[in-house]
């Protein structure tokens, strides 16, 4: 089976963008490689070509279909493109999937495709039926919500959100400044006031299951705690113990911003909220003006 998510191109009508942004938005939260044109393009590219390389590499093409979208000239030319597209596919795939954002009319050269109404209750669980059954066709995986929650569910958590910033940038800004401006949270052993609690940085791990094609990065911080004698002395008192998964941060790119998450399971309140505290000090200031 390939790692690589499933790759869908969201055609749609320039009227229609902040719905389409919404939809965007919650296919890469579930682990789909979502293409819109506000999120990929970048300046200076030839965005025609660009559009037509990402329809042909797409592995579905989701037509969003609205009153607006009827209107929309060059959107026609989008859709003739995913329809020679799908000649090429093998008959009875599923590769174009009509969405309707809203009541309207389907474009007579999409009728002989079902389509889906996404302002129905179940119509997005819907859509993420049938993009799992093609992911299934072509031997990939859409990662359940229990597995994209995995850094999700335990005791510690935090949450940040960064505007106008690449989810890249931040994490490699980060790896950087860990291992540069936090070494230790020091605090005082409750059960015995002479001894005081040191948690350490013992390693990082940088986690891309995608190999760089997903949108949410993660941080795996490994730590060790130890025990000194006294609040000046800071003699160790017993053998260091590893921490493992100490703090967990994850590092998600949105349409127009950054959401960093912290949880761990591993460290007390008041620890987590220093490290906290000291990471996002440290990112005050520092946000790329623009995506890359």
């Not at 791990?205 to 911080?221: N, R, S, V």
């Not at 260091?240 to 761990?264: E, P, Y």
Request: aromatic fraction near 8%; glycine fraction near 4%.
């Amino acid at each position: 089976m390939d790692n690589r998510p499933l790759k869908v191109f969201l055609c749609h009508a320039h009227a229609d963008r902040d719905p389409v942004r919404g939809l965007y938005a919650r296919l890469t939260k579930d682990g789909v490689d979502a293409w819109l044109d506000k999120a990929k393009l970048l300046p200076g590219q030839d965005w025609e070509l660009e559009i037509r390389k990402a329809v042909r590499e797409a592995d579905v093409v989701v037509v969003c279909l609205s009153k607006q979208f009827n209107q929309a000239g060059f959107r026609q030319k989008e859709v003739r493109l995913a329809l020679d597209t799908a000649m090429e596919k093998p008959e009875g795939e599923i590769f174009i999937i009509p969405a309707r954002l809203e009541e309207c009319d389907t474009l007579e050269s999409l009728r002989k495709w079902h389509w889906v109404d996404l302002f129905e209750d179940n119509g997005y669980e819907m859509l993420m039926r049938t993009l799992r059954a093609r992911a299934d066709r072509i031997d990939l995986k859409i990662p359940s919500k229990q597995e994209l929650r995995i850094f999700y569910d335990l005791s510690c958590h935090y949450e940040q959100d960064i505007e106008n910033a690449s989810a890249e940038v931040i994490t490699k800004y980060l790896i950087e400044s860990l291992t540069r401006i936090m070494s230790f949270v020091s605090i005082y052993d409750k059960n015995n006031a002479s001894l005081t609690l040191e948690f350490l940085i013992d390693h990082i791990e940088y986690f891309d299951p995608k190999e760089g094609k997903t949108l949410q990065y993660a941080i795996i911080i490994h730590g060790k705690k130890q025990e000194l004698l006294g609040n000046s002395q800071f003699k160790p008192v017993q053998s260091i113990a590893d921490i493992q998964d100490m703090l967990i941060i994850t590092i998600t790119q949105g349409v127009s911003k950054v959401k960093i998450r912290f949880d761990s399971n591993n460290l007390p309140s008041e620890v987590f909220d220093i490290f906290i505290k000291s990471i996002l000090e440290d990112l005050v200031g520092f946000a790329p003006a623009k995506p890359l």
